[in-house]
């Protein structure tokens, strides 16, 4: 199926939804599903789940509207099914203060599972900007995280790219002005 039939976002907005999104191994099956269709079959084999459970995770992930049928095809009587993600991209609500960042519980859980002498590009900086600064940079990120998954190519393997900027909560320095 190719991604230009496919809308830009889904919007997050049901208990339900959000429930399917903040499993990881539906996480993970959504991220089988990012780039083409794939079969039960194959979503087993590639997130290492039993067929069963992978059925059931893609289920529910199918009530919820974030998969759908994209095609189907007759395979020794039995008819096969091709799921693809419902759009582009998956918008999430705001976890709300103090909720917890699904995103970023499933990144770190995934980069956590990822093999450790593989390479990575890892770091943490922080910053003091502007709200003007702050802002831009956000625009720049997402607009660098566009441009790399134009490029994306299926026959490829898989490379994860998570950003969070924000505004920590703040914190009283100890001892005063100490820095």
């Known amino acids: 199926m190719p991604t230009d039939d496919l809308p830009d976002t889904f919007h997050v907005t049901t208990d339900d939804q959000l429930r399917a999104v903040s499993n990881l191994t539906r996480h993970r099956i959504m991220g089988v599903l990012r780039f083409e269709p794939a079969t039960i079959t194959q979503i087993a084999q590639r997130v290492g789940l039993a067929k069963g459970s992978s059925s059931y995770h893609v289920r ?16 020794r009587g039995v ?9 582009r991209s998956i918008v999430l609500p705001d976890p709300g203060e103090g909720g917890p960042d699904v995103l970023m519980r499933h990144a ?12 990575r590009h890892v770091r943490m900086a922080h910053l003091r900007l502007t709200e003007e600064q702050f802002a831009e940079l956000g625009v720049r990120l997402e607009a660098l995280a566009d441009e790399y998954r134009e490029l994306s190519d299926p026959s ?18 100890a001892g005063g002005d100490a820095k």
């Open 108 to 119: 770190v859980a995934d980069l956590e599972a990822a093999p450790a002498d593989g390479e």
């Open 156 to 173: 490829l393997p898989d490379a994860s790219l998570v950003f969070a900027l924000f505004h920590p909560t703040p914190r009283e320095q």
């Open 79 to 87: 008819t096969e099914r091709y799921y693809a993600m419902a759009a």
């Open 60 to 75: 529910l992930l199918e009530r919820a509207g974030l998969v759908k049928v994209v095609r189907t095809r007759k395979v």
